[in-house]
């Protein structure tokens, strides 16, 4: 799609900015159509258009339409409180269905879709949003908006969660992160009647389990400052050859008896399908298995066979290191949770081929602390995937030189194109240098076919409220093979920020490959890992994350082969991040075996200098450098 086309366009439709929801078969006068039914209107570069303040247009779409009996939809969402007040807490437990987590005004609880409005009307509540989750770096093989405007109270998908009204609700629990006004006592306890479970509470903001239809109530709630979905971790595998021993030649150290022994691995994933089946023979006959999932289900749901194949590459590389298989949803609420349990455990090693796309990665975001704490703190050696992101990623400031409003990227495009195939997913993620949980300057993300109709969108508010994150994400499942352009429009930005999109699963257009990495890969404490090809062990794959993070700071620190064959995925090959990940923690396993049964060979205090590295002949230096880091952990021969 040129620029031309989009001028034209444009030229008719001034700002792709909701001013009401109108129905009908909508073509290209003045309105961008939305799956065929409901369309955006165009407004005036001049018109004050409202958006919702109280929560994210995610969480805003899923309140079910007035007048409608409301069906009992879960929904996870943050919730940011002005104040930490115990009466505030008991009114947000009358609107949730389960409070998960509370941390000083900041509340993550389960919700109803239909108590939403109700929990973002809350005075102590300054707005809602729905928690980011990490996701899995393996390349293996739309909700529309039912509102004309952005709701200040809740995220596009929370609101898109509430159920529509006069159907018979049904029993649907979602997370979502609620953001409070206070944090007393009285309004944990009002949520608690909303709610599941509260997983979590820290600083105003709480995660919680919740109905769908409980959203409206919750958000209608005073306390409630804004309610949105937690953002979720994502795996990074790409679908080989057999092992990726031979790159880190790792059978010299078996054949010295260095497989090892004493040495507790945690394997930190969304599932284990088909782990039983292996027990015994690609994996260790014993192991111990612990979910932090919500529903409780090591597999995943029977689906996920990611972190099964990530333990089957730890066993072969360490065979008498101790595993633990640890599954979760991605939320970083979990793995708060999943890091105490790691202490008690006195676990040595994590190995996490996940991790999100939507943050400052700087090292600063939730996870990344979350991560510093296991290492700085508890003296655990965290190796993370880099990221499989390096064709799905571009950066840069937003730009409108013609001043309608919508960003133009390099190649002077107002979008940006990729490819996507009837009934693959799709993946988007916007963020943007910004004040966190306090944004001001609000972008909103569109996703366009070749006919020019808008198949997706998030318009989450950022009016400097509580709980008002500079993200903005998409998901869905494309509905026929088609071009599809990405656009990023200025709602209400009062300058220039720096931009971060990522495609999780397609590659764009227009790219930048450098400083391409996921949010986790970023902490301080992180060892994080490229992948290479497994044929030379030499060449990093194109797909292979890049540093350095936003604050400077070179990334990866090493690489490992990534695409082996696996069991859990046989017959097809398991590549990616995901693939090299394992294989340098399970490198770090046998060092750290022998450091244990080596008098005076214990600890080294930087992570980075436990293994003598093999410096790749690409990495075109003797230090690390942001493709390769220190190159491959390789050993030459027995201690």
Partial sequence: MKSERYRNLLAISVLLLVAAGVSGDVGLTGNFVISDQTSI???????????????????????????????????????????????????????????????????????????????????????????????????????????????????????????????????????????????????????????????????????????TREIVDIADLSFISYMDTPIKAQVFHEAAVESGIPCINVDK?????????????????????????????????NVTVMSFRDDGDITGGGAIRHGTACAEIVHDVAPDAE???????????????????????????????????AGLFDGTDQPCRIIDDAVFEHGIKWVNAAGNCAQGHWEGIFNDSDCNCYHEFPDGELGQMFCAEEGEFVSLALSWDDTWSYATQDYDLYVLNSSESVVAKSENPQDGIFGHVPVEGVSFVAPCTDYYYIMIANF????????????????????????????????????????????????????????????????????????????????????????????????????????????????????CELINPYLNETANSSQRDNQYGYGLPMFFKCP
């Fill in 253 to 285: 150290q078996h054949m010295c008896n260095i497989k090892g022994k004493d040495v507790q691995v945690a394997i930190i994933d969304l599932g284990f399908a088909g782990y039983a089946d292996l027990l015994g023979t690609d994996l260790p006959e």
């Fill in 41 to 211: 209107m165009a407004a005036p570069a001049d018109q004050n258009v409202d958006k919702p303040t109280k929560m994210s247009s995610e969480v805003a779409e899923l309140i079910p339409p007035s007048g409608l009996a409301a069906p009992t939809e879960l929904l996870t969402v943050n919730i940011y409180l002005n104040s930490n007040k115990t009466e505030d807490i008991e009114v947000l437990e009358n609107h949730t269905a389960e409070i998960m987590q509370i941390k000083e005004n900041e509340i993550v609880a389960m919700i109803y879709t239909s108590e939403i409005v109700d929990i973002a009307n809350l005075s102590f509540v300054t707005y809602m949003d729905i928690p980011l989750q990490a996701q899995l770096f393996s390349n293996a093989a739309v909700g529309e908006s039912r509102w004309g405007g952005k709701d200040s109270k809740i995220s596009t998908k929370v609101a898109d969660s509430i159920p529509p009204p006069g159907i018979a609700p049904p029993d649907k629990p979602m997370i979502v992160n609620l953001y409070l006004t206070g944090n007393e006592t009285e309004e944990i306890e009002a949520l608690q009647n909303c709610t599941i479970e509260l997983l979590s509470a820290k600083a105003g903001k709480m995660v919680a389990k919740i109905y």
């Fill in 323 to 357: 595993l633990y298989l640890i599954s979760y949803d991605g939320y970083a609420y979990q793995l708060e949770k999943i890091v105490d349990y790691l202490v008690s455990e006195a676990v040595d090693i994590v190995s996490h081929s996940a991790g999100g796309t």
């Fill in 492 to 607: 209400n930005a009062t300058k220039p920020v720096h931009l971060e999109l990522y495609s999780m699963n397609h590659d764009l257009d227009c790219k930048t490959e450098n400083s391409s990495l996921c949010v986790e890969a970023a902490a301080l404490g992180s060892i994080t890992v490229g992948a290479v090809t497994c044929d030379d062990c030499s060449t990093l794959e194109p797909y292979s994350s890049r540093g350095p993070t936003n604050d400077g700071r070179i990334k990866p620190d090493y690489v490992g082969p990534g695409c082996v064959s696996t069991s859990a995925y046989t017959p097809y090959p398991f590549c990616g991040t995901s693939v090299a990940t394992p294989h340098v923690a399970g490198a770090f396993a046998l060092q750290m075996s022998y450091n244990k049964s080596s008098p005076g060979q214990e600890n080294n205090e930087s992570a």
